[in-house]
Each structure stands twice: as structure tokens, then as C-alpha cells.
């Protein structure tokens, strides 16, 4: 099979490192990948929000699935495209349509879907344009800590939970002006704050058949000690060690089965990956946000931790042969350490050039995946906030932690940002 995936983070690098050892694959191609996935593919100059320039690519190269790595491409509808794109039905594109993209694109949709198919998640109130005194009206019947959420896409930054009421209330009201996240929080969702353990769920779904892939647990914050604003994430492990068999029992009752018979109901075309962002609360699952694509950071890990054949467990969900294939998952333990510009997650420098490990350097249970990154000659510089993603797997989770970071202390560059306290905090 020819593939094309769309994307250029560390999330697209993993899976593309992870389909490269598939004996399905013929050619791969990124589009527009970086540095690392010129490693175990061809980048292509093109913008995976330019549909027809994806599609030009496509046909030129004869591409038999698209992998669509990033959330923007799904919500602006490159699965409805490529429906409608005539001699091209055969191809496969792995993602929802614009529709099933809304449980990630719109708070408002996800919430809706939940309250509607009876998933359990906090309580909620959403709110748009002109209606800014209902929003803090709602705001005021709830209790500290107020979290208050841009609806629309927000690059993992659209959320503020907050001790103080009229900092809520500002927020509030800087989305629906359109002054806070421009489009995306022009309408609102204002929520109940669970206290509690979040958990990373992953699962891949024709629609109808569906398999899980390891737990995770992702790490927002910039700071020691979950603190500081939110980012795109700057480390993960798995498993977690709080996700019991009798709570993946319940997660698999209470949210997965109805939120796949929800999209059975509702009509939805969904052929992908899909993630659930959990919160544990006294034992029991509570949703608080759908994602339609592989997350990131937590992809670096899953991937590599996922024994069966990647492209053709794809190559089956897209078929809808999805119920013939069983996964198997490694016993192992995995961790990932981001490495970030300094400055992230506000504004950072780029171009700044890198020392990495030579690969004789890099240790058997360690992985580097390349994020923000791209070659300059004979260089290779920073092109974004987070950088790489340095992996360790261990049998114990403890050791694959400390692997991680063996391997982040091999990489220099001016700037170097991470965390230390990566599995080692909940």
C-alpha cells in the first residue's frame, strides 16, 4: 500500500515509524512531516488543510490511504472531500466525517452527544453569542473551581479552571467578544470540576466494531507539579497505574459501547481513531472530552507498546473488516518526555540548531520521535514549541521513566524545556 499522512508532530512520526516495519507498505509519504520523518519516509511540501492540493498528491502518486494525524484537517471535512472526489473511492482516509469530527471540533456537540446517549460527565451549561448574562448566570450557581471552555478547536489551550470567580467571569466574557481563542470560543461551555485521576483512552472504530489501545496518561501543564498553563503535553505514561480491570470494565460499559452505539444511532460516519479524555472519580468513569484523532504525547507511546500490524488494522476499519482483526498489546511499560523551546507555551524561538544522540547512542528499549524539528543542510533546528519526544520502556514503569530520561539528557540545544517530574505526580 502507498500511504500519506497528514501532519508534522511527533504523533504523525510514531506512526509512521510504526507502519514503516509493515510488510503492507509499499511507499510513505508525509505531508509535511519534518525532520524525523524523512527518516522512514518522503516529506512533501503541502498543507494539510488544502484539500485540493492533498487530493492533486494523491492521484499523482497513486496514495491508497490517507492518515490524517492533526484535528484541523477532520474538521474542516477532508473525509467529506475525498468522498465526493471522483475516481478516488477506493481510497481509504482514516478519520470521521465533519459530523463525527464535531465530538473533538465542538465542545458544545460533544457534550450534547453525551447528555444525549446517557455517558456519564459533568454537569453543564453552553452558551453563545448574545447570550453572555445567561453564561454568567449559569456561572454563578456553580462552585469554585469554575472551569470554563472555548468550544471550538483551541490546540489543548482553551480551557480555564480557575479558584476565583471573576476571573471566570472574564474569561467568560473574552470568549464570547471573540477576544479570547478568536473563533473557537465564541461560544462556550461552562462545566462542573471533577475532582479526580484523568486517564487517556484510545480506540479505533468502523463505526460498528471497535478495540482499545493502551491506557495513558498525558501531563498538560508546563510546570513541576501540574502547574502552570496548559500546553500540548509534555510527557505520558502507560499503562496508568490507576485504571484497574474492574475500571476499564466500566469505562468499557459506561462510555465506550454507548458512545459507539451513539454514533451507530446518530448516523455518524466514523471509520478512525478516537479518543476518550476520563476522569476518575471515586471509582467511576466520567467523560470530559472526545478527541477524533491519536493524541499527542500519548501516541509516542501506545504505538510502539501495539504488537499487531498498524496499517492493517487500518486497512480493516477502513473495510469495516474491523471485527476479524484482535489486537495484541505489549506487558511492557512506556514513557515519553517532551523536550520544548524555551519560552513554550507562550512565544519561543526557532531555528535554533541541535545536538541528538547518533543512533548507536539510542538504546534498544528507547525511541526518539521528532516533533518540531526540520534540516537546514546539514542541521537539524527547532521548528516549534515541542520538539521531540524521547521514549523509555521498561517491564516496570519506574525504570522505562528513568530510560526517558537518559535519552532526553543526550539531546542539547539552547533552550532545552522539560519536566522532571514526568509519572512521578498524578
Not at 470554563?148 to 471566570?168: C, N
Not at 515519553?336 to 519560552?343: D, E, F, M, N, R
Request: hydrophobic letters at 40%.
Amino acid at each position: 500500500m502507498r500511504v500519506l499522512i497528514l501532519g508534522s508532530g511527533g504523533r504523525e512520526h510514531a506512526i509512521g515509524w510504526k507502519i514503516s516495519s509493515s510488510s503492507l507498505l509499499e511507499a510513505l509519504h508525509f505531508a509535511p512531516g519534518n525532520a524525523g520523518t524523512a527518516e522512514v519516509g518522503i516529506n512533501c511540501d503541502l498543507d494539510p488543510l488544502d484539500f485540493d492540493a492533498v487530493e492533486a498528491h494523491v492521484r499523482e502518486h497513486g496514495i491508497d490511504m490517507v492518515v490524517v494525524g492533526p484535528e484541523a484537517p477532520l474538521a474542516a471535512g477532508i473525509v467529506d472531500h475525498f468522498a465526493k472526489a471522483k475516481g478516488l473511492e477506493s481510497v481509504a482516509v482514516i478519520g470521521p466525517s465533519k459530523e463525527g469530527a464535531q465530538l473533538e471540533s465542538s465542545k458544545k456537540f460533544a457534550k450534547e452527544f453525551m447528555k444525549r446517549h446517557r455517558i456519564p460527565t459533568a454537569k453543564f451549561g453552553t452558551f453563545g453569542k448574545g447570550q453572555t448574562r445567561d453564561a454568567l448566570a449559569f456561572l454563578k450557581t456553580m462552585k469554585a473551581p469554575y472551569v470554563v471552555k472555548a468550544s471550538g478547536l483551541a490546540a489543548g489551550k482553551g480551557v480555564i479552571v480557575t479558584e476565583d470567580l471573576k476571573e471566570a467571569e472574564q474569561a467568560v466574557r473574552g470568549m464570547l467578544k471573540g477576544e479570547a481563542f478568536g473563533s473557537a470560543g465564541k461560544e462556550v461551555v461552562i462545566e462542573e470540576f471533577l475532582k479526580g485521576v484523568e486517564v487517556s483512552m484510545f480506540a479505533v472504530t468502523d463505526g460498528e466494531a471497535w478495540r482499545l489501545l493502551p491506557s495513558a496518561m498525558d501531563y498538560k501543564r508546563i510546570g513541576e507539579g501540574n502547574t502552570g498553563p496548559n500546553t500540548g503535553g509534555m510527557g505520558a505514561i502507560s499503562p496508568v497505574p490507576h485504571v484497574t480491570p474492574e475500571f476499564m470494565e466500566k469505562v468499557k460499559n459506561q462510555v465506550v459501547i454507548p458512545t459507539i452505539r451513539g454514533i451507530q444511532r446518530d448516523g455518524i460516519d466514523y471509520r478512525g481513531f478516537l479518543f476518550f479524555g476520563l476522569m476518575k472519580v471515586q471509582g467511576d468513569p466520567y467523560m470530559i472530552e472526545y478527541n477524533c484523532r491519536l493524541g499527542d504525547p500519548e501516541t509516542q507511546i501506545i504505538l510502539p507498546l501495539l504488537e499487531t500490524d498498524l496499517l492493517h488494522l487500518m486497512d480493516g476499519l477502513s473495510n469495516g473488516l474491523l471485527s476479524e482483526i484482535d489486537v495484541a498489546l505489549s506487558p511492557k511499560a512506556a514513557a515519553t518526555i517532551t523536550l520544548a523551546s524555551g519560552g513554550y507555551p507562550g512565544s519561543y524561538a526557532k531555528g535554533i540548531p541541535m545536538t541528538l544522540p547518533a543512533a548507536a547512542d539510542i538504546e534498544e528499549d528507547q525511541l526518539l520521535f521528532h516533533a518540531g524539528t526540520k534540516r537546514e543542510g546539514e542541521s537539524i533546528v527547532t521548528a516549534g514549541g515541542r520538539v521531540l519526544a524521547c521514549i523509555g520502556f521498561d517491564a516496570e514503569l519506574e525504570n522505562a521513566v528513568k530510560k526517558a530520561y537518559a535519552l532526553a539528557d543526550k539531546v542539547e540545544y539552547e533552550g532545552k524545556t522539560l519536566r522532571s517530574d514526568i509519572g512521578t505526580v498524578g
